[in-house]
């Protein structure tokens, strides 16, 4: 079957350095897709891995192990505006199906 | 910038009704997807389309269908609304290339009484 799992929640301090993890079982794997959706808006893109490895884009980065099936996404110097749903989503070859997972809420308190 | 636009943003509709949601995108998207948010369940694909006139089933279709008579626009249909339909609503799209992320409307919150 075709699976992603993440935290359900998750809490941080302002300044701080927090991990957001993902495993995915999916057939067919063709890349992994972080998204941030504020509460009543939108998901918004913020990034993609299909090779093993870090990529980094400001203060986030996200990482991926094909071999494991694993990924995480990494917020440092975090602020108030970043508490949202962090969502993980497994892209599947030979179409455009995306597998979403059911998203990771972070607080971030001060 | 891309814009996905949704009719509305909230909607309050009888059981049994027919009822129409609608999607636009300016980016000469190929794609567009209809999801719907579930506490818990994340995003899940109802329909999908990738091109005028094209749709395929995604992994929850009943109760619904879909049309997409020009290429901007996406609309979902539920045949007759039940309150287990009563949801979060997001329609999506993106380009023909398979690397590229999806690009969301802002939802329409769909209450079915």
């Known amino acids: 079957g075709q699976n992603i799992d993440q935290p359900t929640e998750m809490t941080a301090t302002e300044g701080a350095i927090v991990q957001i993890n993902c495993t995915y079982q999916t057939s067919g794997f063709n890349g992994l897709f972080w998204y941030q959706q504020h509460a009543g808006e939108a998901p918004t893109f913020l990034s993609y891995?299909?090779?093993?490895g870090l990529e980094e884009k400001g203060r986030f980065s996200s990482f991926l192990s094909r071999s494991k099936g694993y990924s995480y996404l990494l917020l440092k110097e975090l602020q108030m505006k970043d508490s949202a749903s962090y969502l993980c989503?497994?892209?599947?070859?030979?179409?455009?199906?995306?597998?979403f997972g059911a998203g990771t809420r972070l607080f971030v308190k001060a | 910038d891309v814009k996905v636009t949704q009719s509305s943003r909230y909607l309050v509709k009888r059981t049994g009704e027919k009822v129409f949601l609608e999607c636009v995108q300016d980016m000469d998207h190929e794609n567009m997807f209809w999801y719907r948010q579930d506490p818990g369940l994340g995003l899940r694909l109802i329909y999908f389309?990738?091109?005028?006139?094209?749709?395929e089933k995604g992994d929850i279709p009943e109760g619904y269908s879909v049309s997409r008579e020009k290429k901007e626009r996406f609309s979902l249909i539920l045949e007759s609304a039940s309150t287990n339909q009563t949801s979060m609503y997001l329609c999506a799209s993106t380009t023909d290339s398979s690397n590229q992320p999806q690009h969301f409307g802002d939802g329409t919150r769909l209450s079915i009484l």
């Open positions: 891995n299909v090779l093993d």
């Open positions: 989503a497994s892209l599947n070859t030979g179409g455009f199906k995306t597998i």
């Open positions: 389309s990738y091109d005028v006139k094209m749709k």
